[in-house]
């Protein structure tokens, strides 16, 4: 499905938080491993990067990080903070997204297409700026977590019609 909107080599980028919210309203989750087998089949992939705040030592966290990266997904993580929002009240913030441009940026000589797992707003300027370096951008996201900015800038593909490919299912 993703073949005929991709051009040459590819690099996919995953803010995964936003995709942690989609898989919430979606009702599904994503299987890290069945997404990097479809892509290697829908394109010439090169690089997977996610991006991923994490919670002090969390083993379960850990162990699903190094999964990612043995099977070929560059991660980058770190410690989320805890921003107190009142005496007894605190939210967790874990933002990459600077992180996740700044590599897109770094690395567009290397691909042809990116293909953005995000429906952030804040990847608009990135995406012009590909764009004007003739990069070809793809963002994927659930519809309700796609900001506007970005369905402006780029070929939109909605999660939910990739989900017989990559559905993480129990065993």
């Not at 900001?147 to 939109?156: F, G, I, M």
């Amino acid at each position: 499905m993703l073949r005929e909107y991709i051009f040459g080599r590819t690099y996919v980028f995953i803010d995964a938080a936003n995709i942690l919210y989609s898989q919430q309203t979606l009702g599904w989750r994503v299987d890290y491993t069945k997404l990097k087998n479809y892509l290697d089949n829908e394109c010439l992939l090169g690089k997977i990067f996610f991006y991923t705040g994490k919670v002090g030592d969390n083993i379960k966290q850990q162990s699903f990080l190094n999964k990612l990266r043995r099977i070929g997904y560059f991660v980058n993580a770190k410690e989320v903070k805890r921003i107190r929002m009142s005496d007894n009240m605190y939210i967790l913030k874990g933002n990459l997204d600077v992180e996740l441009a700044i590599d897109a940026v770094l690395n567009m000589h290397n691909y042809d297409t990116i293909l953005l797992l995000s429906g952030d707003s804040d990847f608009a300027y990135l995406l012009d700026v590909l764009k004007k370096n003739r990069r070809r951008v793809l963002v994927v996201s659930e519809r309700g977590h796609v900001s506007l900015e970005l369905l402006q800038r780029a070929k939109y593909i909605d999660l939910k019609k990739l989900r017989k490919y990559i559905e993480f299912i129990s065993n």
